[in-house]
């Protein structure tokens, strides 16, 4: 199983950026596509953008389009969440998962590795 662990989060200004990363370990990431989900307190787990087993396909949802891009290095066996133009409403715990399905899925049930979580608040 390939394990996940996610960092860079924190406390920034809106309009500002930070870029997450996901270090995997125990398997190549290779084997496997990634998705970046979130948490806001009170509200469910939601889909935020993944990334093909290849890095060819990527699938975002509509409210970080734009803002948001998702990017992989199998060699380095990471996976990183540029953000940009952050938003209040972007406040959330973050976190990576891996999916044996070669797609970028934004079904959470997909993905069966997950990582801990980063938290993101952003101020206004």
């Known amino acids: 199983q390939v394990q996940l662990v996610e960092s860079g989060g924190g406390l920034v200004q809106a309009g500002g950026s930070l870029r997450l990363s996901c270090a995997a370990s125990?398997?190549?990431?290779?084997?496997?596509?990634v998705g970046w989900f979130r948490q806001a307190p009170g509200k469910e787990r939601e889909f935020v953008t993944a990334?093909?087993?290849?890095?060819?396909?990527?699938n975002s949802a509509n409210s970080v389009k734009g803002r948001f891009t998702i990017s992989r290095d199998n060699v380095k066996n990471m996976a990183y969440l540029q953000m940009n133009s952050l938003k209040p409403e972007d406040t959330a715990v973050y976190y990576c998962?891996?999916?044996?399905?070669?797609?970028?899925?934004?079904?959470?049930?997909?993905?069966?590795?997950w990582g801990q979580g980063t938290q993101v608040t952003v101020s206004s």
């Open positions: 998962a891996a999916s044996t399905t070669a797609w970028a899925s934004s079904q959470p049930s997909v993905y069966l590795q």
């Open positions: 125990g398997r190549t990431l290779s084997a496997y596509s």
């Open positions: 990334i093909s087993r290849g890095g060819n396909m990527t």
